[in-house]
């Protein structure tokens, strides 16, 4: 599943294509995505983009008409391709600027979303409450130690809880937590302060080192020109069960928490 960082990325590369452009037509191939992509999406048509931001892992193409929200799902891609181009099996929905260039959504799976909404998009029911941005100021130590309070859930699921935070998925849970020396089978209410200090550094360090290097290499993501992350060579915990610690030589050990895998070092993460 894209996580923020591939996300992010994403975004980062539709935004020279759509920023300050106009919208000429919107084609909807298939409407059954996750959710069906409502027809007043057509109401982009003649409008500028006049802002392409993100919201955990939503894309935000707004105009003064409203805004379009875009989820890649599990399987889900952005492309810019050329107007005219002939989509694919999975290409389910067009937004072509006039400039000839086209933001084409690729999903397989379909688990994806297209919306459209008339009002602030970060009061939509699906954004509003979401938790803070990883990299901005509002997620800090003394917010996680007290949001964690009374929780006996483990500190792997709790900082993959879109509620608490958003965008640290199940690679850069494992990754974080491995580069704080936490255990991620450690009751999230229970964790010191300090060791939140610590974790909230690594959450950063680690999703803005993938931002930068282009998101994490996952057989269903690619970037808008169509290359794969770069990020995945450099994973110290997340896929490298059986594998040696990089810090201890330990054996790296693979457990299932909340239906995800988790990777972690035992001598490491105390």
Partial sequence: MPELPEVETTRKGIKPYTHQQTVAKVVVRQPKLRWPVPTDIAQ???????????????????????????HLGMSGSLRIVDDGLEPEKHD????????????????????????????NPLK???????GPEPLSDDFNADYLYEVSRGRSMSIKQFIMNGHVVVGVGNIYACESLFMSGISPKWQAGKVSKARYQKLVEQIKIV?????AQGGTTLKDFVQVEGKPGYFKQELNAYGRAGERCNNCESTIKQITQGQRSTFYCGKCQR
Avoid: C, N
């Fill in 44 to 70: 982009m048509e003649g409008q500028l983009i006049e802002s392409v931001r993100r919201r955990g892992k939503y894309i935000l193409l707004e105009t003064s008409a409203g805004t379009a929200i875009i």
């Fill in 92 to 119: 389910h929905v067009d937004f072509i600027m006039d400039t000839g260039k086209t933001v084409r959504l690729h999903d397989p799976r379909r688990f994806g979303a297209v919306l459209w909404t008339q009002q």
């Fill in 124 to 130: 939509h029911k699906l954004i509003r409450s979401l």
């Fill in 207 to 211: 999703l803005a080192k993938a931002i």
